[in-house]
């Protein structure tokens, strides 16, 4: 089943020059949208703040209905929270969570 849309978008608008300045038309044009399609999209987004500390990370992809991603954050405790998950009309959502406790380097100890 298709649906048809009648839309006025200024883009594809035309403009007549007047002596008070220009006055636009809109035209209503008709957009084929297929309603069956499924739903489908990928994102992702990075923050890596030095000054706050505020470091995250997140992508995600969606076909359908099957959506899997993964997160990380950097928790107040330094360790980072790592977030991977689907969801599926089958099992629902799911998450998988874990932690990645921050390796510290010790300097050298220099002797005198």
Same mark, same amino acid.
């Not at 978008?9 to 399609?37: C, K, M, Q, R, W």
């Not at 999209?41 to 995250?56: C, I, L, N, R």
């Not at 009309?89 to 510290?104: D, K, M, N, S, Y």
């Given at each position: 089943?298709?649906?048809?849309?009648?839309?006025?978008?200024?883009?594809?608008?035309?403009?007549?020059?007047?002596?008070?300045?220009?006055?636009?038309?809109?035209?209503?044009?008709?957009?084929?949208? =297929?309603? #069956?399609?499924? &739903?489908?999209?990928? $994102?992702?987004?990075? @923050? *890596?703040?030095?000054?706050?500390?505020?470091?995250?990370?997140?992508?995600?992809?969606?076909?359908?209905?099957?959506?899997?991603?993964?997160?990380?954050?950097?928790?107040?405790?330094?360790?980072?929270?790592?977030? =991977?998950? #689907?969801?599926? &009309?089958?099992?629902? $959502?799911?998450?998988? @969570? *874990?932690?990645?406790?921050?390796?510290?380097?010790?300097?050298?100890?220099?002797?005198?």
């Amino acid at each position: 089943m298709k649906a048809f849309y009648a839309l006025t978008l200024l883009a594809v608008s035309y403009f007549a020059s007047t002596s008070a300045g220009l006055i636009g038309h809109g035209i209503p044009i008709a957009i084929d949208l =297929e309603e #069956n399609s499924p &739903p489908q999209y990928e $994102f992702h987004y990075s @923050v *890596h703040d030095t000054h706050t500390g505020d470091v995250k990370d997140q992508f995600e992809h969606r076909h359908g209905d099957y959506v899997t991603g993964r997160y990380s954050l950097i928790e107040p405790d330094g360790q980072r929270r790592v977030v =991977e998950y #689907n969801a599926d &009309p089958l099992l629902g $959502f799911t998450a998988q @969570v *874990h932690r990645e406790v921050p390796v510290i380097r010790q300097l050298p100890l220099h002797r005198h």
